[in-house]
Structures are given as C-alpha cells and as structure tokens.
T-cell receptor, first 111, second 113 residues
Framework: SQTIHQWPATLVQPVGSPLSLECTVEGTSNPNLYWYRQAAGRGLQLLFYSVGIGQISSEVPQNLSASRPQDRQFILSSKKLLLSDSGFYLC??????????FGPGTRLTVT | AQSVSQHNHHVILSEAASLELGCNYSYGGTVNLFWYVQYPGQHLQLLLKYFSGDPLVKGIKGFEAEFIKSKFSFNLRKPSVQWSDTAEYFCAVDSGSARQLTFGSGTQLTVLP
C-alpha cells in the first residue's frame, strides 16, 4: 500500500533563517506531487506541483521554492523565512484515479 | 481561474440530525470533485470523490455526495450525524495539466452530544 511521510512534524524558525521540508511517498511510482499551505481558518492554497523528476510548477510567487530530486521525494525550501511563511504545510500525491492523498503535515512557526 | 465556494463556514447540529454541506465550483469544463475531512489534530482524509458515472457518490463513514452539473454543485450529505463527525470539511475540484486541486475555504461541523 501507499504511504506518504513528511518531516519534521513541527518546526520553529527565526525570521531570515533557511527552510527545508521533506516529503516522501512509498508504494507508487511517478506520482504527481503537490505542496499546499493551510492557514488558520482558511482553505488550502496550492504552492507547487510536480509531474516528474526535476519538473516543478509554481502557483504562487513568493520566497519559497520546491525541488524533486527523486521520483518520490519532494522538498520545499526557502533561503530566508518571513513571518508570513508561518502555517501548516501539506504534501500530497496522486496517480491516475488514486488520490490525491495528503501527508500528516508540518507545522511551521516563524518567530 | 477555478474557484470553489463553501457557503457554510460553521454548522452546529445535534446528534442524529441530518447534514448537508454546500459546495459550488466555477469551472465549466470536465472536473473531478472531492470531499476531504480533517478531524481535530489529524491530517486530511479523503471522504469521497466523483470522476464520472453515477452522480450520487458514496464515501466512507456513511457520507455521500451528489454531483449536479447544471448547478455546478457537489453537496455532501449524511442522514444522521454522530458526535465523532465533528471536524472540518473541505470540498475540492481538480483542473490543470497536473490535476491539481482547488479547495474551498472549509466548513467546520460541530456535533453536540
């Protein structure tokens, strides 16, 4: 069966520090991968998606970036965090009629 | 651009009451439709989805949803809610080359025992 992992589960970082969030999927190959952000009291905002290794599409211009170095690995990064980057970051995968299925998320607090 | 509207932001029901949560989308082309649930402290779970065929879709935990194309709606229903259904519910529509999801703002359901 397929599983999706995200780490870390929680993170507190100061403004201006770098960020790296990781997402990995098991039990499937060549999935579409997605990064979403969920702000309190609001829906989920799509940040990035990828249909294959090295292929990244950005939905929202900001100081975040994403990379897909391996088929089932998706990384969300920032060189310098802003206060507004605080939120709950969710990774998801989809393949054909399967999913999308979401990971457990990372709670990021920028101080 | 694709948009999804969930007009009920917070719904409060007593146990055994019937539930209907509204969802409307804006896209006029072929879409797939989804309902997700997020229980307190847990991650998003897929409740049900509609791709094609019978517009009445049955999901987990006794939930169902009806796709009405002429109304651009995909409302979620449950005939009798339980206290354990207290959660936030999100409607979503997919589009684009990667079938990425566009979410509604969510509906918080509180079921009183």
């Amino acid at each position: 069966s397929q599983t999706i992992h995200q780490w870390p589960a929680t993170l507190v970082q100061p403004v201006g520090s770098p960020l790296s969030l990781e997402c990995t999927v098991e039990g499937t190959s060549n999935p579409n991968l997605y990064w979403y952000r969920q702000a309190a009291g609001r829906g989920l905002q799509l940040l990035f998606y990828s249909v294959g290794i090295g292929q990244i599409s950005s939905e929202v211009p900001q100081n975040l970036s994403a990379s897909r170095p391996q088929d089932r690995q998706f990384i969300l990064s920032s060189k310098k965090l802003l206060l507004s980057d605080s939120g709950f970051y969710l990774c998801a995968w989809r393949q054909g009629a399967h999913g999308p299925y979401f990971g457990p998320g990372t709670r990021l607090t920028v101080t | 651009a694709q948009s999804v509207s969930q007009h009920n932001h917070h719904v409060i029901l007593s146990e055994a009451a019937s539930l209907e949560l509204g969802c409307n989308y804006s896209y006029g082309g072929t879409v797939n439709l989804f309902w997700y649930v997020q229980y307190p402290g847990q991650h998003l779970q897929l409740l049900l989805k509609y791709f094609s065929g019978d517009p009445l879709v049955k999901g987990i935990k006794g939930f169902e949803a009806e796709f009405i194309k002429s109304k651009f709606s995909f409302n979620l229903r449950k005939p009798s809610v339980q206290w354990s259904d207290t959660a936030e519910y999100f409607c979503a529509v997919d589009s684009g080359s990667a079938r990425q999801l566009t979410f509604g703002s969510g509906t918080q359901l509180t079921v009183l025992p």
